[in-house]
C-alpha cells in the first residue's frame, strides 16, 4: 500500500510538474515572442533549409575539382569469333616475269583473339587547374553567405510583425481593463442613483440614462473580449504558435514605455547600413556579379587535368586457361581555348549589366531606407507629442468626472453634466490608448529602420 501512495505522489508531482512547464511556455514577453518566431516561424524554417541547401551545393561543386575514382568490369564472349579477310597480295605482290606468286595467292579468311575477354580496369582523373572552377567554388560559398544574410531579414521582419502584433494585443486588453472599470463606476452611480430615485430626490430619466450607458458599455465589452480574442490569434500566428493553444502576455504597455534618455538615444540614432540585414544581402549579390563577371573572364585560360587508368585483361577460349594481360596509362589534358565565336565576350557584357542595374537598385536601396529613417524618426516624435497631449487631455477629463459625480451626488448638478464627462472621459480615454498604440508602433518601426531589431 505504502509502495503504490509512493507512486501516486510521483504522478502527481509529475502531472503538476507538466503543468507548470506548459505554462511557461504559453507566456511571453514582447521580446520572447520574437525570438520564439525566430526559431519556430514556417518563414525561418524555409530559410534554413535553404542555408542547408546552399552547404551541399558547395559540396556539390566542390566534387568537379576533386579526384573521380571509377572501376569497371567488362566481359565479351564471342559466340562467333569475327572474320577478316586479307586481300591476295597483301604481304607480297608477286611478279608474274619471274614467276613469283603473290602472298597471300588469294583472300584468306581468318578469325582472330579468342572467344572470352574479361578486361578489369580502374580509372582516376583530377582537374589541375581551371580557373573558372575556383572561381565557381568562391561564388558558391558567397551564395550561402547571401543566403543566411536573406535569414537575418526573415527575421527582422518578423520582428517587427510580431511586435505589432503583441502589441495590438496589449491595447485590446488595456481597452477592456478601462471598460471594465467603467462598467463598474456606472453600476455605482446606477445603483446610488436607484436608491435616491427610489427616494423620491431623482427622476426616473436619470435612472434610465444610466441604465442605457451600462448596457452600451455591457456591449461593447463583449466586443472588446472578441477583440481580444482575435489580437492573440493573430500574435499566434505571427510567431508561428499553434493556434490551439492558449498564449498570455507578461507585459503591458506601460512596461514598454521608454526613458526620456532612451527616447532621445533613439532619436539622435544615425542609420548604419551595414545594420541592416537586407542592405548586406544585397551587398553580397553584388559580390556574386562580379565573380560571376570573373568566372566568364577565366573562361579564356587554359584548363589541365590529369588521368590515369590501370586494368588487367583475361583472353582465352576458356576462362580457366586464359592468361591475364595488364595494361596502365597516365597523361595529362590541357584544353586551350582559341575561339568561341565570341560567345564569353558576350557573356561578360551581359553579365557587366547585370551588375550595374543590380548597383542601381542597391542605391535606391539606401536611399530608401535613409528615407525611411528620416519619416520613422518624425512619426516616432509626433507620436511623443501626441501621448503627452491625450494624457493631458486624459487627466483632464478624469478630474472633470470626478468633480461632477460629487455634484450630482451633492444635489447641485444635473445627470446630463454626468453624461457629458462620461462621454468625454471615454473620448480621452480611447485617444490616449490609441496614441500609446501609436508611439509603441513608431518605436518598433524606427529600431527596425535603424536595422536593431
Keep these: 500500500m505504502y509502495g ?13 510538474w507538466s503543468a507548470e512547464m506548459r505554462a511557461q511556455d504559453s507566456t511571453f514577453t514582447m521580446d520572447q515572442a520574437i525570438a520564439y518566431a525566430r526559431e519556430n516561424h514556417n518563414s525561418i524554417k524555409g530559410a534554413t533549409m535553404d542555408i542547408a541547401d546552399a552547404e551541399h551545393r558547395i559540396k556539390e561543386f566542390l566534387a568537379i575539382g576533386l579526384p573521380n575514382v571509377n572501376g569497371s568490369v567488362k566481359l565479351d564472349h564471342f559466340l562467333q569469333l569475327p572474320t577478316s579477310v586479307i586481300p591476295k597480295g597483301s604481304f607480297f605482290a608477286g611478279n608474274p616475269e ?4 603473290p602472298n597471300p595467292a588469294q583472300d584468306l579468311e581468318v578469325q582472330f583473339g579468342v572467344k572470352n575477354t574479361l578486361t578489369a580496369q580502374l580509372e582516376a582523373s583530377a582537374l589541375l587547374f581551371d580557373g573558372s572552377f575556383f572561381t565557381g567554388l568562391k561564388a558558391t560559398r558567397f551564395y550561402k553567405e547571401l543566403v543566411k544574410s536573406q535569414l537575418d531579414a526573415t527575421r527582422e521582419g518578423l520582428a517587427l510583425d510580431v511586435a505589432k502584433a503583441y502589441l495590438g494585443v496589449l491595447v485590446a486588453e488595456r481597452n477592456r481593463e478601462i471598460l471594465d472599470q467603467n462598467i463598474s463606476n456606472v453600476s455605482a452611480i446606477l445603483h446610488e442613483t436607484q436608491e435616491i430615485y427610489n427616494s423620491g430626490f431623482a427622476e426616473k430619466l436619470d435612472v434610465d440614462r444610466l441604465q ?9 465589452d463583449e466586443k472588446i473580449q472578441n477583440l481580444v480574442r482575435i489580437s492573440k490569434n493573430l500574435l499566434k500566428f ?34 548604419d547600413f551595414a545594420q541592416r540585414a537586407d542592405y548586406v544581402a544585397l551587398q553580397k549579390a553584388d559580390q556574386l556579379n562580379e565573380l560571376n563577371i570573373k568566372r566568364w573572364k577565366m573562361g579564356y585560360y587554359p584548363s589541365i587535368y590529369a588521368f590515369g587508368s590501370y586494368g588487367q585483361t583475361l583472353q582465352g577460349n576458356q576462362f580457366l586457361t586464359g592468361n591475364w594481360f595488364p595494361a596502365s596509362i597516365v597523361g595529362l589534358n590541357l584544353s586551350l581555348p582559341i575561339f568561341d565565336g565570341n560567345d564569353k565576350k558576350a557573356k561578360i557584357q551581359r553579365a557587366t549589366i547585370s551588375m550595374e542595374k543590380h548597383r542601381l537598385v542597391i542605391n535606391d536601396a539606401e536611399r530608401a531606407m535613409t528615407l525611411e529613417v ?8 509626433n507620436s511623443l507629442k501626441n501621448t503627452e497631449t491625450t494624457q493631458d487631455n486624459l487627466d483632464l477629463a478624469e478630474d472633470i468626472y470626478e468633480v461632477t459625480q460629487v455634484k450630482y451626488r451633492e444635489g447641485v448638478g444635473s445627470s446630463l453634466e454626468v453624461n457629458q464627462a462620461e462621454r468625454e472621459l471615454y473620448l480621452a480615454q480611447s485617444n490616449y490608448i490609441n496614441t500609446l498604440y501609436d508611439l509603441l508602433v513608431a518605436r518598433v518601426e ?6 536593431n531589431l
Design 4 to 16: 503504490m501512495n509512493r507512486y501516486l505522489i510521483f504522478f502527481l508531482v509529475g502531472l503538476l
Design 98 to 101: 619471274q614467276g613469283e606468286e
Design 212 to 220: 442605457l450607458s451600462l448596457a452600451n458599455l455591457q456591449v461593447e
Design 238 to 271: 505571427s510567431m508561428g504558435y499553434p493556434m490551439a493553444q492558449d498564449i498570455a502576455l507578461t507585459q503591458n504597455l506601460q512596461d514598454l514605455m521608454l526613458s526620456d534618455y532612451d527616447k532621445n538615444s533613439l532619436l539622435m540614432s544615425e542609420l
Design 374 to 381: 528620416r519619416n520613422a524618426k518624425i512619426n516616432f516624435e
Design 446 to 451: 524606427l529600431e527596425k529602420a535603424l536595422g
